[in-house]
Each structure stands twice: as structure tokens, then as C-alpha cells.
């Protein structure tokens, strides 16, 4: 009889210490068998191998009634089907409203493209927006707080006390008179 099997019949017979002793003895086969379940999962899964062991361990020790195992065998085959379930479960608990259902997660950087210019003239940028603050003050602090701040379209309607729909005509237009003004300037001014 192996120890593991010896240590889980002392587990059945009520001896408090020996589930202490189980752990160590079959953490690694335990971690092997997690990560043979988790690398059947999605990669933007948020259980780790070692949270799915540990709470493996939990359901198949800590329980109210002891269990009687016949042998290792049997220990890990209730081990696998206990990380089974909590990947199941955990799936369901995606798959409600509160956790987001259905819906897919997109990176913010996905979905509010940053602008980036690596060759932006910053002078003539500022040039430009010193115009159009002339000629218009909030399109010009919106291009200064998208660009230079980073907001998205739908904190700098907050920042400047406007709806969502007008930051967007606003944003669309400046963003073309600035590209008009820029080019004309580039053209008339070219700067080395």
C-alpha cells in the first residue's frame, strides 16, 4: 500500500493531521492534472492551475462526511472530476449577466484607438490649434485633452459639459481642419 493511500485511509478514519500530509505528496501530480484541464480552456480564462488544485483539494478533503477512497486511483479520478465541475461551474458564473454573458472583452486600446504621430510637427500643431481656438475654443480644448490627455470621446463630453454626439461631430471636424491647416502650413513653411 502506498503512502498516499495509506494517508487517505487515515483521512477516512478521522485523523486531522493526515490531510496535511496528503498535499505535499500529491500537489505535483495535481498541478499536472490542472494544467492538462487548463490548457483545454480559453486564454483569456481567469483561473489559474494553482487556484484549480486548491480548490480541488478543498472539495475532495474538507467535506462534512469523510469520503472513502479505494485506492490513488480512485483519489485522482474524483480529483479530475472535481476540477471538471469547477470549471464548469466557473464557465455558468461567466455566462450570467452580472459577469458580462455573451459579451466578448475588448482591450480599451482596441476600442479607443490612440492617435499616433511619430513625425507630428509639434509646433506647427500648435500653430494650428492656436487657430482654431480662435475660431472655435471647445474644438480646440478637444483636440488638447483627446490628444494630449488621452480621454475617450465620451469623458471629454463630460469635460466639457456637451453630449457624446456633439464631441463626435466636433472631434471629426477638427481633426480635419487640423490636418487641412497642418499641410498648408507644411507647404508654405516647409521646416527642416
Same mark, same amino acid.
Given at each position: ?5 495509506? !494517508?487517505?485511509?487515515?483521512?477516512? &478514519?478521522?485523523?486531522? #493531521? ?12 495535481? @498541478?499536472?492534472?490542472?494544467?492538462? @484541464? ?5 486564454? &483569456? ?13 478543498? @472539495? ?10 479505494? #485506492? ?14 469547477? /470549471?464548469?461551474?466557473?464557465?455558468? @458564473? ?15 486600446? &482596441? ?10 510637427? /509639434?509646433?506647427? /500643431? ?12 471647445? *474644438?480646440?480644448?478637444? !483636440? ?13 463630453? *463630460? ?5 457624446? #454626439? ?9 481633426? #480635419? ?9 507644411? &507647404? ?5
Amino acid at each position: 500500500m502506498s503512502d498516499v493511500t495509506q !494517508i487517505l485511509n487515515a483521512i477516512e &478514519d478521522g485523523d486531522p #493531521s493526515a490531510a496535511e500530509e496528503l498535499l505535499p505528496l500529491i500537489y505535483d501530480e495535481l @498541478r499536472k492534472l490542472a494544467a492538462a @484541464r487548463m490548457a483545454n480552456e480559453s486564454p &483569456d480564462h481567469t483561473l489559474q492551475a494553482t487556484a484549480l488544485v486548491h480548490e480541488a483539494y478543498v @472539495r475532495l478533503i474538507d467535506v462534512d462526511t469523510a469520503q472513502h477512497w479505494d #485506492s490513488r486511483g480512485h483519489f485522482f479520478s474524483a480529483a479530475a472530476e472535481a476540477m471538471r465541475r469547477i /470549471l464548469v461551474d466557473q464557465a455558468r @458564473r461567466k455566462m450570467t449577466h452580472k459577469a458580462g454573458g455573451r459579451h466578448r472583452r475588448v482591450e480599451l486600446a &482596441d476600442a479607443e484607438p490612440q492617435i499616433e504621430a511619430p513625425n507630428l510637427d /509639434l509646433l506647427a /500643431l500648435d500653430d494650428a490649434l492656436q487657430k482654431l481656438e480662435a475660431l472655435n475654443p471647445r *474644438q480646440a480644448e478637444l !483636440i488638447k485633452i483627446r490628444f494630449f490627455a488621452g480621454l475617450t470621446l465620451e469623458n471629454a463630453a *463630460q469635460a466639457l459639459g456637451v453630449s457624446t #454626439s456633439t464631441v463626435e461631430n466636433d472631434w471629426a471636424y477638427a481633426r #480635419s481642419w487640423l490636418r487641412v491647416e497642418m499641410a498648408a502650413a507644411d &507647404d508654405a513653411n516647409p521646416r527642416s
